[in-house]
């Protein structure tokens, strides 16, 4: 519990040398939910088929995803894709800014790697 405070704590902080301290089998856990990774999974079955294969493909798609985008960076880009399908004003502030095309190219890629190893 305490490497977990700890490691929570550099993370808001943005102090990496606190992060170091964390311990080891804390920095190699993935930081995705199972929640998120379920649905991650069914929505590429639903796109690629609702077979065992496509069970196979699509876990090692995320698993992929996870292992390049950290999952903060991950919400925050499946946000912005979901509000750019909406319309008015609010949606606009997700079309067109740096850092929010920054973050659905960072998701692109890393679905584009996964792609070509688990596809």
Request: glycine share 6%; aromatic share 6%; charged share 20%.
């Amino acid at each position: 519990m305490q490497g977990r405070a700890l490691a929570l704590i550099a993370l808001i902080a943005g102090t990496p040398a606190l992060a170091q301290q964390a311990p080891a089998g804390l920095a190699a856990v993935n930081d995705y939910p199972t929640d998120a990774r379920a649905e991650y999974v069914f929505s590429c079955m639903a796109v690629n088929g609702q077979t065992s294969d496509a069970l196979e493909r699509c876990s090692c798609s995320v698993d992929t995803v996870a292992s390049i985008l950290p999952y903060d960076r991950y919400v925050t880009a499946e946000t912005v894709l979901r509000m750019r399908q909406t319309s008015g004003e609010r949606a606009a502030l997700f079309r067109g800014t740096q850092p929010t095309t920054e973050a659905v190219a960072d998701l692109r890629r890393a679905q584009a790697e996964a792609e070509m190893l688990c596809f």
